[in-house]
Nanobody
Framework: QVQLVESGGGLVQTGGSLRLSCAVSGGTFSSYTMGWFRQPPGKERDIVAMITWSGSDTYYADVVKGRFTISRDNAKNTVYLQMNSLEPEDTAVYYC??????????????????WGQGTQVTVSS
């Protein structure tokens, strides 16, 4: 059974930075596409960023391009999300997810089979 544990969330002021980490155990991390999603209160869960198993391909939602960076360390079974220039609109619960779907589903919730419990990110104005 694959387990994912996020960390690094918290409260930050507008313009600040946070680095989220997601440690994965119980599976073959180096074979997984990894995604970061977020879910603001009362809204749907949407993709933030994605990285393929080798790290050769990444995807970012338009609203975070140029501010967020996804990376992975296959030796440590960990994926990261560096978030800079944070805005109040970035406030949400952030989830990491592992999947093996093809390219068409790598930005979709249903493209991932395992999820972390989420970590709260709050950006104050």
């Amino acid at each position: 059974q694959v387990q994912l544990v996020e960390s690094g969330g918290g409260l930050v002021q507008t313009g600040g930075s946070l680095r989220l980490s997601c440690a994965v155990s119980g599976g073959t991390f180096s074979s997984y596409t990894m995604g970061w999603f977020r879910q603001p209160p009362g809204k749907e869960r949407d993709i933030v960023a994605m990285i393929t198993w080798s790290g050769s391909d990444t995807y970012y939602a338009d609203v975070v391009k140029g501010r967020f960076t996804i990376s992975r360390d296959n030796a440590k079974n960990t994926v990261y999300l560096q978030m800079n220039s944070l805005e109040p609109e970035d406030t949400a619960v952030y989830y990491c997810a592992a999947g093996t779907a093809g390219p068409l589903l790598r930005t979709a919730v249903r493209g991932y089979h395992s999820w972390g419990q989420g970590t709260q990110v709050t950006v104050s104005s």
